[in-house]
C-alpha cells in the first residue's frame, strides 16, 4: 500500500522547538518531495507558541489531547493509505488510536 499521508500526533508545547522540531520539519519535505501529504496534530496550548522552526508550509491542527477528542480528530480525516506517527503521546491516548484503528479495519 503506497502511504499517501502521514500524519504527526504531537503532544507538544513548549517555549521552543529545538532539534525535535527541526528534525520533522526535514522529514516532512522530504515526505512532500516524494508526493506524500504531511499533516500536524499538535495540542491546543500549542497555538500560542513563537518556534524558531517555521511549519506554515504544512497544514497544523491544534486539538484537545485527550483520548475522546483525538479520536474524533482522527475519525473524521483519517483515511486508507494514512500513517500515524506519534510523539509523546500516554500510554492511554496510544491505546485509543491502536482501538480506533482496529475498529476502522
Not at 67 to 91: E, S
Request: one cysteine or more; aromatic letters at 12%; glycine letters at 6%.
Amino acid at each position: 500500500m503506497k502511504i499517501k499521508k502521514v500524519i504527526f500526533i504531537c503532544n507538544y508545547a513548549a517555549n521552543y522547538g529545538g532539534n525535535f522540531l527541526a528534525s520533522l520539519k526535514k522529514l516532512s519535505k522530504f515526505l512532500n518531495d516524494k508526493n506524500i501529504c504531511v499533516e500536524y496534530i499538535f495540542p491546543l496550548c500549542a497555538r500560542e507558541k513563537n518556534w524558531e522552526i517555521d511549519l506554515s508550509d504544512f497544514k497544523i491542527h491544534y486539538i484537545r489531547m485527550d483520548g475522546a477528542h483525538l479520536n474524533h480528530f482522527l475519525k473524521k480525516y483519517l483515511r486508507n493509505g494514512d500513517l500515524i506517527h506519534t510523539h509523546f503521546l500516554d500510554g492511554r491516548g496510544l491505546l485509543g488510536i491502536k482501538k480506533l484503528l482496529h475498529q476502522k479495519m
